[in-house]
């Protein structure tokens, strides 16, 4: 929802982190 400079990183990652480990997003 949060597209309006940077790449969507906290919607990948909240996909991500549901199926795949999350491996860049935040620590």
């Known amino acids: ?3 309006r ?3 969507v990183f906290a919607e ?3 996909c991500l982190s ?3 480990p999350v491996q860049e ?3």
Request: no cysteine; aromatic share 6%; net charge negative.
């Open 1 to 3: 929802m949060e597209d």
């Open 5 to 7: 400079g940077p790449p």
């Open 12 to 14: 990948d990652w909240k």
């Open 18 to 20: 549901e199926s795949p």
């Open 25 to 27: 997003g935040p620590a």
